[in-house]
């Protein structure tokens, strides 16, 4: 039993050794071929400068979602005094509305 032991303690110390062996020649068989596998990045001196960089795309929006927005109360606007993009000023009236009774 512990012949045998010793034999498969023996054989595997042998594999690790040839293995070793093997791994060690191919590495070294071509030094060079390493050297060219690692990738390479250019350098720059950093200066002080302005950057600026503009791009301009053609697009539209789309909503999300589509919802109803109603009134908390019965009603409706007889008169709407503003436009898309108009500006809109503090305490400045722009919509009648006409409730119903």
């Given at each position: ?13 042998t ?61 409706f ?25």
């Amino acid at each position: 039993m512990q012949k045998r032991t010793s034999l498969i303690v023996a054989a595997a110390i042998t594999f690790s050794v040839l293995v070793g062996i093997v791994v060690y020649i191919v590495m070294n068989r071509h030094p060079n071929a390493r050297a060219a596998e690692v990738p390479s990045a250019k350098v720059a001196v950093a200066a002080k400068g302005d950057i600026a960089h503009t791009l301009s795309l053609a697009g539209q929006f789309q909503p999300y979602q589509v919802v109803d927005v109603h009134p908390k109360v019965t009603g409706f606007m007889v008169k709407i005094n503003v436009d898309i993009g108009d500006r809109v000023r503090k305490a400045r009236l722009w919509r009648y509305w006409k409730f119903q009774s």
